[in-house]
């Protein structure tokens, strides 16, 4: 089939514009369903329409670019709705390089591609909205019943889905694959130098929330050796737990208390109580069997070492999502040839639209660095050269399958 | 001088019915200035004037219990209030204690004797207020600036002084020595199965506020050694101070955790930085010295080691108190005599009106056993047997310091 390239300048000026909406100093404010999101939808639509694709809006407000006649295209793209305080790029990036892409190959006769700019990534009802309700990961009924923090229903919200253009179904049996362009989000390439990381991996999440009980007493009347103290619990706890999980971890595990609530915290009191959140990533659902495992031995361990009781509850468990390997070996040999020693495998530690994707088509994605790893930060941002760099390898990636 | 034995049923019989004054359940509710507590004192003044004792009430609310023509008297007691939700016993057994010790030694033609029970001990207004006022160690004026948390004014308060009996001075060199039978409020006693605690000394307390800062950050792209976690360092910190404090600690020595507080707390972002107490307390003020300095080292070393920021405020520090080694010794024999193997010397881990009190005379205090270690509960108690050979040792006692 006929190859393509695209045009930098033209992706980086819709990029540019895509960022006037909602704009807020360096970054950008553009939450699913704000006027700043639908503005920006209609523009987008209005974009894909001149580069002659057909816009369809699906119920859930999920923007697709669909190349005239094709029911087998390749689907790029991302979101374009932003956290309530985000970085310019995060989403956007993807868009607009999935635009640039449907439009490049139509104008050269390439292979039929598609675009779309998904709803609700960023979780203002809940993660990745957009994408499970058109991956039929949640029923639209089910979609329907979630609110935002303020108490506003989605159901409510999606009727601005007309704002945009037409709403109609799209079926995803008119993709054979997708792909999507992401900023790390991270400081991995940023900190290596590399420009190019092919994900391999999206991480699987465990999550759980534990508290140790102890006894509440006078920080003045109890000797050391009397004492249940609950945050000393936790304390010996992480230090295990630190050292058994680095026996076992593999070079993309990470593992995270973030939450901490200290009872009844008071300088000259006990700690009675401590409630915590334990939560581990990795792209081996085993290797994530086996660190809860290891959790659970640690924490009973210390309760009984300590003479505390321990709880846990809420576990949650979002299983591990991986690259098809043909597009893998595409997006490989496309960075070796864009940057011979500037690339690198990767794993996503973050979620994205691709993983609910996957479920139903082979799948890719493509990193490019976040510079300091700054995200859902208005001081987001990458090196202009590596946003081009980026697209131009995700082209030629889709060249060489089409090839 | 002629020896006094006190009148065990009376004692207690009086301390039964103090408790009735905010009666709650097994507890008491008889905070400072409260109705509660002046009716308390209302009756503690006739209960003195039946005594034959003549009562001054000064001008924060103390009351004492003056023999007749004395300037040169053994001051005994401790305070009447409670916390918000106060044991039966408390200041309370020390108050009734003074009390049935100058009845009887009134009665018996032995030494003259005055009883006292000091205002606010719980803090309504500060700690120890009543005996700090007393002994000059703050101010009247800086007394009457103090509020309680609803904005209350001492200086109004105490206006209520006069509701008690005639409010006057009451000059502090009246009085020889001071002392005080408090409840232990700590398990030492209950454990080790002894029944009286002769108080060496009242440990000095030092606390500090620290923050470690770190960066926080992404809990699924951020690579385990790329993060600067500030929970992770306050972990790190905790164990580390554990173990050096552990090689110098004496066998009072105690330290706390009690307060922490993680930011942003949330289970997907690491912690960019922590805040927390630190509370040491021991007999030694050089030891406490030392402490102060193994917990700054250690604090700077966690900080290095794991690329954080350190900052450190509001150190406080109250010195240690020691009784006085004549009052210990006749203490200590009476304690013999009484429970040949049933005592120990102890350390005391909370404040007391009597530490105040030192500084202007010769202190002594005993303990006595608390059920399970519970103070500042309603379910504190302790043995009735142990609530009467509390009494009757420290009435022992003043008979070997007077004959």
Redesign the interface.
Known sequence: MTRFNIDGERMLSDLRKLRTFGECGKGVKRRAFTDADIQARRWLASRMTEAGLTVHVDPVGNVFGIPEGATNSILVGSHSDTQPEGGWLDGALGVIVGLEIARASREAGGPPIACVSFQDEEGRFSTLTGSRAWTGVLSLADVDLLADSDGVRFEEERKKASLIGTVSEVPTDWFRSFLELHI?????LD?SGERIGVVRDI?G?R?ERMSFIGEQ????????N?RR?A??G???F??DL?SKLRGI?GP???????????HP???????GRVDF?V?W?DPSDELLQRMREVVHQTALATAEAMRLEWTTSDYSAIPATHCDPTIVAALERAAVTAVPNGWRPIT????HDAANVSKLMPMGMLFVPSIN?I??NFDEDTAVDDLVLGAETLARAINLLTN
């Open positions: 790390e989000q991270g400081p991995i900190t991480v999440i999550g007493n006078h920080a003045g009347t109890t000797p050391m009397l103290d945050f000393q936790l304390v010996r992480t230090t630190n971890a993309a595990t990470v593992w995270t208390i973030g939450h901490v609530a200290v915290n008071a300088a000259s009191v006990i700690p959140s939560q990533r996503s530690g973050a979620l790893g995200s859902h």
